[in-house]
């Protein structure tokens, strides 16, 4: 073996056109770098990044992502450590993302930075936060995380992000419509989809809501024994399958069905259970009140969370569904002394 000699070296530097020039393998479906709609506002390129790099790292070190470590999954304020926060959800939504896009060949860091932003705009409490803040904008189509997520990264915590990830942030929900733009996009609707079914079990089996047996038949005879990474593994395979035989992101009838089967039993005997609905019921109060409370005190709002051209009540909503579980509780404990939430 020849020695490198004083001036060479086995390392240099991996340019954003070298990045930018290894996108030309990915399949015609991936969206490129150097295809972007762009930003809201140009900026000059990195000299290392590609425009989905840059994307990743600013959804990363935002205050938003950095919360969703103390927002909730599907358990509200829970006692044990291993249960699914909003933060955990996002990691293993990102890691069954970039496996999809790896062996679909579609572009892994745009996957990544739409995956590790889904859901920054979600609120505390999970769904029944959102339901809280919903019933404030009836009249206005609506409250939703996804537009939310948009929202941050546009106004509250501006970071010109491109707008392939805006557009997989506000389509990762499979009822918003439009559908996502891209096949990344796509991707993070069914990694999204995938995660949170199988935490989510795994979950209440933990919290002994549920057992094993449980499990409907037609799921077992579809996903096999009831196993979060059989299971995970099983649906992801269904996706890789049938995206390459339709030429598009899908997946596997059969499998569709079963995890349409699936999503159904978790929404009765998990998410709907008359304890779970109690505890959304009591957590929609302390929104409401921290909501009403602001409406009132809009002066008790921070500076740094508050868009002076947006009107009161959105202002509320920005700052209520940006906090954590537990300083949503803090704060509401603060003002109004209550017994909690359990």
């Known amino acids: 073996m020849s020695k490198a000699g004083p001036n060479s070296s086995v390392i240099r530097p991996v340019r954003r056109q070298d990045r930018e020039a290894r996108e030309a393998m990915l399949s015609p479906l991936a969206m490129r770098s150097t295809r972007s709609a762009g930003r809201s506002r140009p900026e000059a390129p990195d000299a290392y990044r590609t425009g989905f790099e840059l994307d990743r790292d600013r ?31 996002t990691l293993q939504v990102t890691q069954i993302g970039r496996a999809l896009a790896v062996a679909l060949g579609l572009n892994e860091v745009l996957t990544e930075a739409i995956c590790l932003a889904h859901d920054c705009g979600h609120t505390p409490f999970g769904h029944a936060g959102e339901a809280a ?10 409250w939703r ?109 059969n499998i569709m069905l079963a995890m349409k089967h699936f999503r159904e039993f978790m929404f009765e005997k998990v998410y709907q259970r008359r304890e779970a609905r109690a505890q959304a019921d009591r957590a929609r109060g302390v929104i409401h009140q921290l909501v009403e409370h602001h409406l009132a005190h809009p002066g ?41 939430l359990v």
């Open 300 to 340: 008790d709002i921070p500076d740094s969370y508050r868009s002076e051209d947006s009107e009161p009540l959105v202002q509320v909503l920005d700052y209520v569904a940006g906090m954590t579980d537990r300083f949503a509780l803090t704060l509401h404990d603060r003002l109004f002394r209550p017994r909690g």
């Open 59 to 89: 959804v990363l070190h935002s205050k938003a992502f950095r919360r969703l470590k103390h927002k909730t999954q599907v358990f509200i304020n829970p006692e044990g450590d291993h249960f699914v926060t909003r933060m955990s959800h």
């Open 133 to 142: 803040l919903d019933e404030y904008m009836t009249d206005a189509g609506g």
């Open 145 to 253: 995380h996804s537009d939310q997520g948009v929202r941050i990264f546009q106004v509250l915590e501006p970071r010109n992000l491109t707008a392939e990830v805006l557009d997989g942030i506000r389509a990762h929900t499979w009822r918003v419509q439009p559908p996502p733009q891209t096949a990344e996009g796509w991707v993070c609707r069914f990694a999204d989809r995938i995660a949170y079914l199988n935490h989510d079990l795994n979950d209440a089996m933990r919290a002994g809501v549920i057992d094993a047996a449980d499990v409907p038949a037609e799921i077992v005879t579809a996903l096999g024994p009831v196993r979060e990474r059989s299971w995970i593994n099983a649906m992801i395979e269904a996706v890789i399958a049938e995206s390459c035989r339709r030429g598009r992101v899908s997946m596997d009838a």
